[in-house]
């Protein structure tokens, strides 16, 4: 086992400093070392205090997270978002100087960001404090995989620079980072609840039911917010907390704007990557749990079986598998999805592997796959028109890919779907689902009331 202790550390960045010559402008420096065991969510807590902006990521079927503190440098971009955000990725790893023995996944140069659902809608005010585009790499990244943990340090050094202050300055920030007890906050009370009346919302689907049938469309996802006022400020730390304990199968996310907050648990994974190997996942149609176990097997049987919902399901794969294809090789995905349990409902879910073409990377892919007909529709272009114009709601980066990737070509990203976009004592949740030729709008409003409850509950709602 490689340790770094303090003393390696400023040897380190003498190193980096001494190697940046006559160079004028700063360098960035990255040393990764292993740490102690620390609960990723007490270790995001803890960097409340140091008002730094904060993200998080959590795998929970993996146990793998990555937590990050600060901002030591990010990426913005409103037009060509891909490519911008690939060619200045790339440039950044050519430029950094890393020391990282240890080329786990999530760590050394990492970088954890989202984007716009649809960077034509025109934004309100809701999502001021998200830019349309946005990977950051953090100060301080807490990666756990598996048993082990991992501290990456990202600096900026100047050839003035003194190690001795940088690793003081350093040190310092990380005492703050590894305390050991959280308080246990209440929950705040909601004290008011406002979203688009139930019949307008209903209208709307009606209104994409016509287009479906005169356009000759096969689907169009629309959505809704809810917006809660809570008696005093979210603890997005608890929040965190309480998804992880209640959302098995999902990844637990936040990324920290300013006074905003984007949090969510989403089951929905779009790609991951490692090294050249790639997964990506189909899900689509949803069905409630049921009571007893006698009445949850009932409900997946009878999911399993609805042509509607098979029909929505298999939109999804069919797109999955046309844009995947372009990109990798030995593509396989079984023909036949299987029924996937969450806590408040079940979906349809198809995996799909590959196998990434040289010259590929994971954008390439999140570009193709983005958004896929669980979150947009079919035909792409047409459905994306439909939702710009008449869903009535700024999704911002819901609905969107939001995750990860790092300098060792590991990286994943899920669709932000079960989130909730947090400001202080108020929030906006979001959910939606698919409207096809024959859905009934009484149904599609139930069944994204079953969507809202994974947030909800842990925002101190009744389901
Ligand atoms: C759009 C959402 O879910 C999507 C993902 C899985 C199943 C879906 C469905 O059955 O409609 C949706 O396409 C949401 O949760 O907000």
Redesign the pocket.
Known sequence: MIEVQGQQVEELLREAINQMGLKQSAQLVSITKRVEAQDPVLFFASAAKLNKERCFWMSTKDAFSVVGVGNVFEINANEDRFQYIEETWKKLIDDVWVYNPFKAPGTGLVTLGGLDFDPKKPRTDLWNDFPRLQFKIPEYILTKNNSDFYLTINIKVCKDDHPIQLLKAIETVETKLFQTAKEQLDLPKIIHKKMIAPEQWKNTVQRAKQEIQQKQMDKI?L?REMRLTFSKQVDVSQVLSDLIDKQSNSYIFAFEQSDSCFVGATP?RLVRVENKKLLSTC????APRGATEEEDQRIAAMLFQDPKNRE?HDFVVQMIKQGINKYCTDVQIPDTPVVYPLKNLQ?LYTPVTGVLKDGYTIFNVIKELHPTP??GGVPRDLSMTFIRNNEQLDRGWY?APVGWLDSNNYGEFAVA??SALIQEDEASL?????IVKDSDPEEEFA?TEI?FSPMLTVLGGQP
């Not at 899900?283 to 949803?286: C, I, K, V, Y």
């Not at 979001?430 to 698919?434: E, H, Q």
């Open positions: 996802v959505a929905e899900l689509a149609g949803t929505e979906h669980a979150l609905g779907i079960r979001f959910a939606g689902c698919g069944e969507k």
